[in-house]
């Protein structure tokens, strides 16, 4: 059982439940999972968790409601992401509290994540009408050869605390509309925000005629997310976390040869030239690195800068980290706030320990604060070369600094690491950003240009290589991951040929 080590303070707790109750949810009280606010540390509710009965029977009411819902115009599907969309903005400063609330985001972050939300639903509504196949030219006179994408299935959502809701709603928006239905297994950090999004989906159905059991969330840990993983009804498994969750979910589904779309940790680095607008850089690090505590898988990681501004740069950005101000996300002015648990900042001072061993030195933060919840300076490290510690990824706000003296030394430095997921260069020189945007540039899935490695807009693909783990969600041509492609070859002729100038008897 969880220990309720403080009382927690009415306030929090009170918040969070009436934006559950705003929101249309029921909140299955148990013994099983508390659900905590990294804010202070203390237990906001205490919920049960799914069974494995529970599981299977989420998982044959989507498969049901599968089958009614794959046959209904893809137009049409597209009326209950509208219809979610709008609860969605409606309920915006309800969903965005419970954000701040559980995962510890500052107000502004917190809105901009269902924002995210908002967006993924127009997108998903506007691509019901852009599922589009093609048609290639039949080598066989009067013959048409064609694709068509048709719904795949029930699609498992495996989801991390750090975006509750927007990557989940990359995910179901953009399911619905490809017809099929989803069972989401969000972090057991953040089940109330979850809850909350379950009671607007249902009520977007409702509302829109869409067939009941399309949309479950199920509460628990790693054994519910492992019963979704394997049960064969469960057409694509969609997780998004660690390297070792990846490493696990993904052979797994491929052993009943499911499709997976593996979105996984992030190592980003940002490359700084001599040519680079350093104002505009300083800001742009200090956000990427800083921002959402440092717990963003495209948290920027590392700076690889030019030998020649490297002094300037870290002393511009170690006078920005120093007044940066870290505190309860709630209050006023605070840009940083909790780190989600104990076992963050536990990460956190083992590779600030790491780093000073292999010869970094702390320039600025790294220190605890002495308050309830877990709260850290963010820390700005350099070091003398790429060692082990800065090759993994560590979900806290620590930044190392790297020095190079040739844009071929500072892609390589760039790339070796195991992770591909975000990347940027800033410069002014057309040259180097090109060259970093290039096939041997950067190796990442996102790769930008005088912007940091966060806070992607949903209308691109969204995901990374290497051990990210290759899949790519939300904006662009996503959407073919959650549909499966049927080529058609029509023939309209009174004869039979055959390809390839086969011929077969006569
Ligand atoms: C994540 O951290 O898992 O690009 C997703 C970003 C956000 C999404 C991050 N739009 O930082």
């Given at each position: ?429 057309q040259r180097e950003a090109e060259r970093f945007l290039a096939a041997d540039g950067s190796d990442c899935g996102i790769a930008n240009v005088n912007i940091g490695t966060s806070g992607a807009e949903i209308g691109g693909a969204f995901g990374g290589e290497k051990e990210t783990g290759g899949g790519r ?34």
């Amino acid at each position: 059982a969880p220990q309720m080590t403080h009382t927690a303070p009415l306030d929090l707790r009170s918040r969070a439940a009436d934006a559950v109750r705003a929101c249309g949810a029921d909140i299955p009280s148990g013994d099983d999972v508390p659900a905590l606010s990294p804010v202070d540390g203390t237990v906001l509710h205490t919920l049960r968790a799914s069974s494995p009965e529970d599981v299977a029977a989420a998982i044959e009411c989507a498969q049901q409601a599968f089958s009614q819902w794959r046959v209904v115009p893809a137009p049409v599907r597209g009326a209950l992401v509208r219809r979610l969309g709008e609860l969605l903005t409606e309920h915006k400063d309800d969903l965005a509290a419970l954000v701040t609330i559980e995962a510890g985001k500052i107000p502004s972050e917190a809105l901009g994540e269902v924002q995210e939300m908002i967006d993924v639903c127009e997108f998903a509504v506007g691509l019901s009408r852009q599922l589009y196949g093609r048609t290639m030219p039949s080598e066989r006179p009067g013959h048409r050869l064609m694709e068509t994408w048709h719904p795949l299935g029930v699609v498992g959502v495996i989801s991390a605390f750090n975006f509750p809701v927007a990557v989940w709603a990359w995910n179901a928006a953009i399911a619905f509309v490809c017809g099929d239905t989803v069972v989401w297994k969000p972090s057991e950090l953040t089940p109330l925000t979850a809850l909350a999004c379950d009671a607007l989906v249902r009520r977007a159905a409702a509302e829109s005629g869409a067939p009941d059991g399309l949309h479950a969330v199920l509460i628990g840990s790693g054994s519910v997310g492992g019963q979704l993983v394997d049960d064969p009804r469960v057409a694509l498994v969609s997780a998004t976390g660690s390297v070792r969750m990846g490493r696990e979910v993904g052979p797994r589904v491929a052993a009943r040869f499911g499709r997976c779309l593996l979105e996984l940790g992030g190592n980003n680095a940002a490359v700084v030239t001599p040519s680079a607008d350093l104002d505009l850089a300083v800001r742009g690090i200090v956000f990427a690195a800083a921002g959402t505590a440092g717990q963003r898988c495209t948290t920027l990681r590392r700076l690889i800068v030019h030998s020649s501004i490297v002094d300037t740069l870290v002393e511009r950005v170690a006078d920005a980290y120093r007044q940066l101000r870290v505190g309860d996300p709630f209050e006023d002015g605070v840009l940083v706030g909790p780190l989600i648990r104990e076992r963050s900042w536990q990460a956190m001072s083992a590779a600030l320990d790491r780093a000073r061993t292999a010869g970094g030195t702390v320039v600025c933060g790294g220190d605890r604060m002495d308050r309830d919840g877990v709260y850290a300076t963010p820390a700005l490290v350099r070091m003398p070369s790429q060692s082990e510690v800065v090759r993994e990824e560590t979900f806290a706000p620590i930044l190392y600094v790297l020095s190079y003296d040739t844009l071929d030394e500072a892609i390589a430095l760039h790339n070796n690491v195991p992770q591909g997921l975000a990347s940027a260069i800033f410069t002014l020189d057309q040259r180097e950003a090109e060259r970093f945007l290039a096939a041997d540039g950067s190796d990442c899935g996102i790769a930008n240009v005088n912007i940091g490695t966060s806070g992607a807009e949903i209308g691109g693909a969204f995901g990374g290589e290497k051990e990210t783990g290759g899949g790519r969600e939300s904006g662009s041509d996503s959407w073919k991951a959650y549909m499966r492609r049927a080529t058609n070859t029509v023939n309209y002729s009174t004869e039979l040929p055959l390809a390839q100038g086969v011929r077969f008897g006569r």
